[in-house]
Structure formats: C-alpha cells, structure tokens
C-alpha cells in the first residue's frame, strides 16, 4: 500500500478513527496500530508478515539478553549477525547467484540459477536498522528494557515508517508508545502541511520530472547533448530529493495525527556548503544511523588524520553498498567518502561559492547512481561534451518550472512553512480537515494516473 | 478528544463527498483488497449497494473535469 492511493487514504481515516476511540487505553492502542501495521505490510506480500515478526523477535530476545552480564557478547553478536545474514540474503543472493552463474558459464560450466532469484521484501533495510539499533542501544544503556514483546514489535513495524523511514530510534519511540500526544491544534496543522507538501512533492514534482525528464534521458543517455544532460542531471536530482523527503514528509504527517513524533528525515540538504553539511542534511535518520553504529565503531574521529579518512571512506563506500550490490553503488559510496575525506584535510574556503561547489559534486554523483550501468554512466557524461545530439529530450515549461520549484523547496526559508503551520493552527479543526482532503483531491487530481513507486522503496 | 473526533469525522464527510463526486468506484479498490473469505462477502454487498445509490444520483465527475482542465492549463500530455 502506497501514501499516495486512494486505499492508503481509507485505510489510514480508519486506523486513525480507531486509534482515536482508543487513545486512553494502552493495551487497546497498540494492538490496533500493531494491527494496522500488519496489515499495512499484509497489502504488499502476506508471506514477509512472518519475515518482520521474525525480525521483531530476534530484536526483542536480544534485548532481553544483552542486558544480563553473562550472555551479554553471545546476545549482542549473534542477534546482530542473524540481523544482518537476513539482510545479506535478501539485498545481495541475486547478485551472487547472477555472478556465480556468470563464473561458471565462462569457464564452460553453464548452469541456469534464474529459478532461485529472491525478491526484496520492501523496507527490509529500514526495520531491520531499527531492530539492530535496538539490541545495540540496549547494550549501550540508552534504552530502558521492554518486557513486553509487543512494544518491540509495534516499534519495529509501526507504519507511517516500515517501508522507507525515517528511521526512528527505540530511545525516541518506546517512550511514546506509552503516553503519545493526543494531537492538539498545532500537531494537526503541522501535520497537515507536512502531509499536503510531501503528496506535492511526489505526486507533482517528483512523478513528472521522472516521467518528463529523468526517464527519457536515462533511456537514450547517447542521443542528449550538453543542455539536455544538464537539465536531465539537475532533474534527478530535485526527483530524488522530492520523492524521498516527500515520503518522509508524510510519515512524519501520518505519525503526528497519530499522536507520535519522528525527528525531521531532510533539512534542505541542497543549501548545504560542505559535503558534511549535506550528509547532515540528507536523510539524516541514516546518516545518524551511520553515524552510530557504523562509523563510530570503526573509529570514528579518533586516530591520525590518514586514519579517520580511512573510516571515512570504507564508511560511505559501505553505504554505497547498501544500496544494491553493483559497481554504480559502489563509486557513488566511494566518492562521496572520498570527498568527504579530502574535505577533512582541505577544508573549501570559497565563501558562498562552497555551496555551489556542493551542488555540482552531489549533482554529478547522482549520475552513477541513477544510471542502469557503468556504461551508461559514461554515457551520461559523454552527452556533456556535446552541443549537438541526434534526439535531444524536448524540455517542455512545465518541465522547467517543475526544476525551478524543487529547487525553491530547497532555498526558501523554513520560516515560511512554520508560519504556515501557525497560522493553520488558529483555523477551526473543520478547516484544517477540510484543507487535508481539498489538497490530497488537488494532488491527486494533478498527478498522472498510475501510481509511481518510491526510489526508496528499492533499497 | 472532541476536537479530534470533529477532525476525522469532516475527513471522512469530505472522503464521501469526494467519492460521490468523482468517477472513481469503491468496487475496484475493494476487489484490489486480499480476499478475507466472508468479510470480502459482506463488504463487497455493502460497497455494491452503495455504488448503485451513487449511480441513482447521477451526479457529474468533477475529479475527473477537473483533472482534465488542470492537466490542460498545465500543457500535460497523458
């Protein structure tokens, strides 16, 4: 089930009517959201139900033991490896069953591992972050311990988050699964701009510049030319961020009219006049995630120079990875960490043309990771050496205008949507529940027909 | 409490409004939904009996006119 689908909308006025008649009683409310969630992933695959259950008791038994002295390692090692085993099989098994295959055929041995391709349960990264971060964050003390299997389950299923995040941290959520806040006036129409500019971000801008642009150009990255590839780059780019963060924008939405705060997923990453500035812009729930328990692990800022970049680099070049086993993933990772590391020791200092530097770099690396091959990345960056091209995309204004608002999205002040959500929030409750249902029936009435996916939701 | 029953319930008033006003037909959601064997039974009569009423009502697709006038002004191709 998509957000934005017309059965998400009746299936989220029921769980909230629901959870509403419910709120003041504990046991009830979570076994209706912990249902809902259920369901809400039952809609996709009924048979990856059993996965996430698992995965939520994996979390819960580690939990329970990591916190006595004498199975505290065995608890810690083996849940996040049987955590992370899950992972590895269903992101990379096709991968290495293709290569095998590839390896065999090459040495005359042809055999045929087609029939055993697994499919990617959808958000499988995303709740079993959580769940590690649980076991790990109990480890560490920064979480009190849950004897109740069902707030860990309904932690690491909750819906507005289970399939593309943010990822929510067991320290922020537990405790609102005991006393969330019953949504007052502000909490409504915070969530009501949340949710109406995330449904804009991805089914207006997002969605057309994918069809009008991006997928076009991906598809005959040969026949483009300097202006083309540009526009097309630049296309990605503001798609990527406006389907993400729009995504984000309406968990954070759905959650809060729920009574349940995520923390803010992106902050106008493109504004940002470092690389590490745009890491702490850019889906920060993952790169905290990072952060904690990857890079901070492996060492973190201690150690010489030469080291931390080393960190640094294996670090983004493992998230690289993350994304789906492939050399495009790969050089993506590679070189935001490489960038990040000689930035490290060669601070840029060219005042607000750090920002515009920024851009450019991010821009250019969306390429690999767009792109189908290391091919076709080439391919892309062939198109700007030309002026002339043989089929040129046509860049129709709305196009265009579409780039320009994803890029006002970036740079207009943050005061204005807070002074939005202000205002709103003095309106009569009948005013904001009727400008949620006109903006969703705009969106929808603006969008193509057809649903389009979220990039995310691949990874 | 009151304030947030006043908020679902006009989502929901607006959730039929819009139903009624617009060309899309409950029908095919629900026969997108998993089949849940008798529930499917008593839901699927309930959604037919109000889809008749609706046609009853012969009232205009406004969704879709006005879907069709915004991707006009907006020069989208379908």
Known sequence: MLFPTLA??????????LNAAVFDRGAWRKAVLLTASYAFYAAWDVRFLALMAGVSATAYLGGLMVVRPQWRRLALVGSITVLLLILGFFKYFNFFALSLQQLLEAGG???????????????????????????VDMDRGHVEQRRNPIDIFLYISFFPQLVAGPIVRASHFLPQIDAPKRPDANARAEAVVLILVGL?????????????IVDPFYALPDGQNLFT?????????IQIYCDFSGYSDIAIGVALLLGYRFTRNFNQPYRADSLRAFWQRWHISLSTWIRDYLYIPLGGNHGSKARQMLVLMTTMTLAGLWHGAG????????LHGAGLALERRWALRLGALNMVVVLVFVMLLWVPFRAPSFAETLLVFEAFTRVESYAPLT??????????????????????????????????VILQAGLLA??????FAVAQEGVAPFIYFQF | ?????TFILTLCFALVLVWLTSGQRLLDWVFLMPDVGQVDDFVIAWVLAAEDWKQSLELEDNFGQTREWLHGILGINE
Do not use: E, H
Request: hydrophobic content about 60%; charged content about 10%; glycine content about 8%.
């Open chain 1, 438 to 443: 006109l903006g969703t029936w705009l969106c």
């Open chain 1, 8 to 17: 998400f909308v009746l299936f989220f006025v029921v769980v909230l009517a």
């Open chain 1, 200 to 212: 804009f971000k991805k089914m207006v801008v997002a969605n057309y510049l994918s069809v009008l």
């Open chain 1, 229 to 237: 590839a540009t526009a097309a780059v630049l296309a990605y780019g």
């Open chain 2, 1 to 5: 409490m009151r304030t947030q029953f």
């Open chain 1, 327 to 334: 050399w495009n993933f790969l050089i993506w990772g590679a």
């Open chain 1, 395 to 428: 860049l129709t204004p709305f196009a265009l205008v579409l780039i320009g608002i994803g890029l006002a999205m970036n740079w207009l002040p943050l005061s204005w949507r807070d002074g939005s959500v202000r205002t709103l929030s003095k309106a009569p």
């Open chain 1, 109 to 135: 041995l042809g055999r045929d591992f087609t029939w055993m391709s697994v499919i990617l349960p959808v958000g499988i990264s995303f709740y079993i972050f959580q769940a590690i971060s649980y076991v």
